[in-house]
């Protein structure tokens, strides 16, 4: 196929409506008047060094790429398998043309996170970069990635707000104990009712602490911190919850191990 003109990328961006990522497709922005400026290179620059810079024959999983900023980041390292996800079609229609200028053999398919299952495929890096915050169910989610698509690693990023400070939680208090609720550093998912930034797709903002602990409790170990949104993680073992509670006693009195099983 003949190369596109400037010209032509230019009337396709155009066409393709509003960009969330600003990529630069042989001299033409995407979206140069993003609010974060440049993003998410500008975010990238600052953990790109966290990520192996050789991915020669492994796969990767996009979950939520957008215009497949880290999907293309990934194939320049020279990942072979490529699959983006994201519930958004002109989302993929962008990424999709994104991957054709920069002449990237990348996947897009549409898919909800929270159909994962029906891949029936694990990947040596999962990315899932800015999405828990916009789901209902994040905790749901990262259990998905753990049982069906994780495979070694998995990129997180979360908006955070609140303390970024990490309070030691204990394994366990007695029922008249509060106050470390109130501690700064206490893991904490704000729960915004409305909106945030005027974006009613925003339904939750954990704090720094409350982000390490939802990963953890979903089976991965953290490996790296390289930036205060972003978690390297590495897949362990599913996480025993009912089992680990032997003694199924609750502040009730009844047997409450189903809600965390
Ligand atoms: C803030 S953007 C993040 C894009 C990209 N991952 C990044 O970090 O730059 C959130 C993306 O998640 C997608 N998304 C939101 N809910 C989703 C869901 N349930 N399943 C798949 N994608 C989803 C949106 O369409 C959007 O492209």
């Excluded at 140069?32 to 620059?45: D, T, V």
């Excluded at 991957?99 to 990348?106: C, G, H, L």
């Excluded at 008249?176 to 904490?188: L, N, S, W």
């Amino acid at each position: 196929m003949a190369e596109l003109t400037q010209d032509q990328i230019r009337a396709r961006v155009a066409e393709l409506g509003d960009w969330f990522h600003d990529m630069d497709l042989k001299g033409v922005r995407t979206a140069p008047n993003h609010f974060l400026h440049g993003y998410p290179a500008s975010k990238f620059a600052r953990f790109s060094h966290a990520l192996p810079a050789d991915m020669t024959g492994k796969s990767v999983l996009d979950i939520g790429c957008n215009a497949g900023f880290y999907s293309l980041e990934m194939k320049r390292r020279g990942a072979e398998r490529e699959l983006g996800v994201d519930f958004d079609d002109p989302y993929l229609d962008q990424a999709r043309f994104a991957a054709e200028v920069k002449e990237a053999d990348i996947e897009f398919r549409k898919l909800s996170v929270y159909d994962l299952a029906a891949l029936q495929e694990r990947f040596d890096l999962v990315i899932f970069m800015g999405v828990l915050y916009h789901l209902r169910h994040p905790l749901l989610a990262l259990d998905l990635i753990h049982e069906h698509v994780a495979d070694d690693l998995l990129l997180f990023q979360s908006m955070q707000r609140g303390s970024e400070e990490v309070f030691p939680v204990e394994e366990d208090y007695p029922f008249e104990e509060q106050a470390h609720f109130d501690a700064p550093g206490y893991p904490k998912l704000h729960f915004i009712e409305h909106r945030y930034a005027h974006d009613w797709t925003n339904w939750w903002a954990p704090n720094a602490a409350c982000s390490a602990a939802m990963l953890r409790s979903a089976g991965f170990e953290i490996v790296d911190h390289p930036e205060p949104e972003v978690f390297l993680c590495r897949r362990g073992p599913p996480p025993k919850l009912g089992a680990a509670y032997p003694a199924r006693a609750t502040t009730n009195g009844h047997d409450s191990s189903g809600d965390r099983a």
